[in-house]
């Protein structure tokens, strides 16, 4: 009887755990309802933001002698060091969501050791900054609450740093990693490197016909206050696309974790009727004995 009473108390404990499980699946495809609608309006902006800034950019490259006079534009042959900034969940419970953009950090800072650069580490995200920490991987600066609860202030705080060390030239290259939003059931993994900014997608052609209207005077100028907010939007926008994936995560992961303790209820259940049965068997067979005895 002990046996039977074991297996009822595993059962409960099962059923348990799926009940909360299947609640924080319930939480997470109502969080990502909402994060997916501002990651899809959040991309449009940028997308708009990037025609602007490559219209422009384009315009001074075809038209200006010498090209673009902008760190922010011009290609680092041998880097001394970079930032790598990467983005992960505060929160656990969603499945290798942070480990896939840990792995892409990891491969990076690699790469760029055997190319002898020196690496500076900063992250977002409670996960990432106690894996890093946890592997004696020094952070050269770090913030939580962030990737969980975008905000555009404190985003645009911590991104100006190393925007003022590039136009400096105390770093030449700054990556953001972050696992980003593609559909329900899809994260894809990004590794973008945002400054210095990739001329090569500025073509004479593409802005001939051009529709905005700057004075030459002022182009330089404008470009400049562009590559700001172009950098600090892209900093923003990884880390909506980030917590859109985070929430698409965490529902697939419970999800799963639901169907599995359903599995296991139902094999314990098995188990415990067999066991119920086993146990009856063995007490009809000792009254039978005891009656035979008694003859």
């Not at 590794?191 to 700057?214: A, G, M, R, W, Y």
């Amino acid at each position: 009887m002990a046996n039977l009473k074991d297996i009822q108390r595993q059962i409960k404990s099962v059923t348990s755990t799926q009940k909360t499980t299947r609640a924080m699946k319930l939480v997470s495809t109502a969080k990502l309802r909402r994060a997916e609608e501002l990651a899809k309006r959040s991309r449009l902006y940028a997308e708009k933001m990037n025609q602007v800034i490559a219209e422009i950019a384009g315009r001074i490259k075809c038209n200006k002698v010498g090209g673009i006079d902008n760190r922010c534009f011009s290609t680092i042959e041998n880097p001394k060091m970079v930032d790598i900034i990467f983005v992960t969940a505060d929160k656990g419970l969603c499945g290798g969501f942070n480990i896939q953009t840990i792995k892409a950090v990891n491969k990076l800072i690699a790469s760029y050791k055997e190319q002898d650069v020196k690496v500076r580490l900063r992250g977002v995200g409670k996960k990432g900054i106690e894996y890093f920490k946890y592997n004696e991987i020094e952070l050269f600066d770090e913030v939580t609450n962030l990737s969980s609860k975008p905000d555009k202030v404190r985003s645009d705080e911590f991104i100006k740093a190393s925007l003022e060390d590039y136009k400096n030239g105390k770093i030449d290259a700054v990556h953001v990693v972050y696992n980003g939003y593609k559909n329900m059931i899809t994260q894809e993994l990004h590794v973008n490197k945002v400054l210095p900014v990739d001329t090569e997608q500025f073509e004479c052609k593409d802005v001939q016909s051009s529709v905005i209207e700057v004075e030459a005077q002022d182009e330089e100028h404008m470009l400049d206050s562009l590559v700001n907010k172009y950098v600090e939007y892209n900093m923003y926008y990884s880390l909506i696309d980030s917590v859109a994936a985070e929430h698409s995560a965490r529902m697939q992961a419970m999800d799963a974790a639901t169907n599995n303790a359903k599995d296991m209820v139902k094999s314990l259940n098995v188990k415990f009727n067999k066991a119920r049965q086993a146990a009856i068997t063995t007490e009809l067979i000792e009254i039978i004995s005891g009656v035979e005895s008694m003859k």
